[in-house]
């Protein structure tokens, strides 16, 4: 079944690790056979991994972004999911297990998903003890913002 996303004015999207930003309009594109897409939305920068669960987390998105580095990163993935289901007490260390298995059989969007409930949990822990990074959607609503802004001029010459 063929998978249909509509794309906000310079949305971002990864897909099978090729990064592709939406023009100035609203889009919808379909994609028609397998592939690892990930909105922009639900990227997350570098910077913004500060904590264990954002970690793992940016490891997971990584090697889902980065498919020759995924035989690499699935050990490691894997040691740091052990390390957060013995932080983690139930409902939300089941989270982890479902995010260590999606991981073992190579689903690492799946694993993304697992691991989102984990990344509200620990801020909700964390609280306002631990500033809150920006995250690259944060940085892409930025970019569009200014790029927008460039181009409002021109519109308004062209209109003019």
């Known amino acids: 079944m063929a998978l249909q996303l509509t794309l906000k004015p310079f949305e971002r999207i990864v897909i099978n690790g090729c990064v592709v930003r939406n023009s100035a309009?609203?889009?919808?594109?379909?994609?028609?056979t397998?592939?690892?897409?990930?909105?922009?939305?639900?990227?997350?920068?570098?910077k913004a991994?500060?904590?264990p669960v954002n970690q793992v987390y940016f490891l997971v998105q990584t090697a889902l972004t980065e498919p020759a580095?995924?035989?690499?990163?699935?050990?490691?993935i894997q040691k740091q999911l052990a390390v957060l289901a013995?932080?983690?007490?139930?409902?939300?260390?089941?989270?982890?297990?479902?995010?260590?298995?999606f991981v073992s059989q190579?689903?690492?969007?799946k694993a993304l998903r697992a691991l989102r409930p984990l990344m509200k949990r620990e801020a909700e822990i964390l609280g306002a003890t631990t500033p809150r990074p920006?995250?690259?959607?944060?940085?892409?609503?930025?970019?569009?913002?200014?790029?927008?802004?460039?181009?409002?001029?021109?519109?308004?010459?062209?209109?003019g």
């Open 69 to 76: 580095l995924q035989e690499k990163l699935r050990t490691n």
């Open 106 to 109: 190579g689903d690492y969007y």
């Open 25 to 32: 309009r609203k889009s919808t594109i379909v994609i028609e």
């Open 34 to 46: 397998k592939a690892d897409v990930v909105r922009g939305q639900d990227l997350l920068s570098k």
């Open 86 to 101: 013995t932080t983690f007490a139930p409902p939300n260390v089941h989270s982890v297990f479902e995010a260590a298995n």
């Open 134 to 159: 920006a995250s690259l959607r944060d940085e892409m609503a930025r970019e569009a913002t200014k790029l927008t802004e460039e181009k409002e001029p021109a519109l308004r010459r062209d209109a």
């Open 49 to 51: 991994a500060v904590t």
